[in-house]
């Protein structure tokens, strides 16, 4: 009987220290998830977009250098960075592509969208949202006309009706966080031969 009594102890020990090795390890693998760097992106809203003459934004000009018949273009793209980790993460770079009509992917030119404002460095706290509000620009090549609406439409034409956009992230310890999305295209402007085109 006494035999009997030390082995169920002796089992019952083993399975409590069985039991307390379990609960360590899954306590310890959730804290390490939540604790695992992760930046999400997301759009807030579709992308507007205008040409921009020289004396506007120079230093944009000055920066992307087009030729006699090359315009620039800029397009306001509003991101929300979610931080879905337990631990702060900042944003220390970022880069931006956006799918021409041809289907190639165009690098675009960022800065923030208040030109004396600082788009980097972005601190995010844990489990919380910062905003990103991103001014792209690119050349551009095509006919245009001088007045606003035909300078806005120049904007619109350059893409296709729906923008394959691609944002890449880079966090600390230089960790990157990349997302692929498509914008809706519905807040640019189109001139009338574009629009038939697409029609067609």
């Known amino acids: 009987m006494g035999i009997e009594f030390d082995a169920a102890r002796e089992y019952a020990s083993l399975c409590g220290s069985v039991i307390a090795l379990v609960s360590t390890f899954y306590f310890w693998l959730v804290r390490a998830n939540r ?15 205008c040409l921009i003459l020289g004396h ?50 165009q690098k675009m030119d960022i800065r923030h969208q208040m030109p004396d404002e600082d788009l980097l460095p972005i601190n995010v706290n844990p489990l919380t949202t910062s905003s ?33 956009v691609r944002v890449e992230l880079t966090g600390l310890n230089q960790q990157q966080f990349c997302r692929t999305f498509t914008d809706g295209g519905n807040n640019l402007k189109r001139s009338l031969k574009s629009v038939r085109l697409n029609a067609a």
């Open 132 to 164: 990103m509000k991103l001014s792209l620009a690119m050349l551009y090549s095509g006919d245009i006309q001088n007045d606003f609406a035909g300078r806005a439409a120049a904007a619109g034409d350059a893409l296709p009706r729906e923008i394959p």
């Open 56 to 105: 506007e934004d120079p230093a944009t000009y000055q920066r992307l250098r087009p030729g006699d018949q090359e315009h620039c273009v800029r397009y306001w793209l509003h991101l929300a960075v979610v931080n879905n980790s337990s631990l702060p993460n900042a944003v220390l770079g970022v880069r931006v592509w956006l799918q021409r009509e041809s289907g190639q992917w």
């Open 35 to 49: 604790e695992k760097a992760r930046l999400e992106i997301h759009p807030i809203a579709d992308m507007e977009g």
